[in-house]
C-alpha cells in the first residue's frame, strides 16, 4: 500500500512542484529584469548618441545662422571675425 502511494505521490504533487520551482525562480528573475532596466545596450547607447549629435547639430546650425546674419559683411563688428561659438564637435569629445 505505501508502495502505491509512493508511486502516485508525484503524480498528484505535479501541480505543487511547478508552483515551488516558479517560487523559487522568481528572484532569480525579478534580479535579471533589474539588471536589464539599469543597464544600456550598444544599440541604446548609439542611438542615444546619434540623438544627442543631431541635437547638437541643429544647435550650431542656429547659432552659425545668427553669427551670419549679424556679421554678413561687417567684420569690423564685434566677434564677427569668425566664428567662435558652439560646436557640435565639442559634444564628440564627451
Known sequence: MHKLALLLLPLAAGGCVST????????????????DWTTTSQSEADRNYGKRMRKAEEREGRERRAWARRCDGHADRDGCDAYHGFTADSVRRQ
Not at 20 to 35: F, G, I, W
Request: charged share 5%; glycine share 0%.
Open 20 to 35: 515551488v520551482a516558479s517560487v523559487v525562480t522568481a528572484p532569480v528573475r525579478a534580479t535579471a529584469q533589474v539588471v
